[in-house]
């Protein structure tokens, strides 16, 4: 099962990512539940923190050197040293990847005199890379996790409950938002050290 997890996490990231790179064209639709699910939560935690997002981001970038996917992975641990992992820090964590992944991208097509396939050092046509990262942190190392909460499948049921019209469906929200600013924090402590 654990191969499988990182497949469908590699996928999730790589559809995540990719859908954050398109940008003006419309992306092909979801490939998953999960992965519609993961576009919808993390648009709008993006829509609710852009300024610090993307202050983040820059932030990161200008202290990771030329590969931004080890910086990346220390992100990462540090970001749920504490040990409590949950779906608002993961999708934190996409988040911010996204718009990370973007900011390359523009570096990336700024960048005069690169030939179609040649890239920047610190600019992963690494969607790949970045995804590749995600997977190997949430697919490996928080494997058990994800597993005692039902995997991708889990992300999904959470997703669906945090819509809706009723009570109980807003204190989810509410938990959620709690959950992903938690993550923001720590990753904005983590960036200003």
């Given at each position: 099962m654990s191969c499988g997890l990182w497949k469908e996490t590699l996928a999730l990231a790589e559809d995540y990512l990719s859908q954050c790179c398109t940008s003006p064209r419309p992306a092909p639709p979801p490939p998953s539940e999960s992965a519609a699910a993961m576009r919808r939560l993390a648009h709008d935690?993006?829509?609710q923190h852009q300024a610090r997002f993307h202050s983040l981001v820059q932030t990161f970038l200008n202290q990771c050197g030329p590969d931004p996917c080890s910086s990346l992975r220390k992100v990462m641990e540090e970001l749920v040293g504490d040990g409590h992992l949950n779906w608002g820090?993961?999708?934190?964590?996409?988040t911010f990847t996204g718009v990370l992944a973007r900011k390359l991208q523009e570096q990336k097509d700024k960048k005069p005199g690169l030939e179609p396939g040649q890239e920047l050092a610190q600019g992963p046509?690494?969607?790949?890379g970045l995804?590749?990262?995600?997977a190997d942190y949430l697919g490996e190392e928080k494997k058990d996790w994800l597993l005692q909460n039902?995997?991708?499948?889990?992300?999904c049921k959470f997703s669906c409950s945090t819509r809706g019209d009723n009570q109980d469906s807003s204190i989810k929200?509410?938990?959620f938002a709690a959950a992903a600013g938690v993550g923001l924090a720590g990753l904005?402590?983590?960036l200003v050290r």
């Open positions: 935690l993006e829509l820090r993961i999708v934190s964590l996409f046509g690494n969607c790949r995804a590749e990262t995600i039902d995997g991708w499948e889990g992300f929200t509410a938990l904005t402590l983590l």
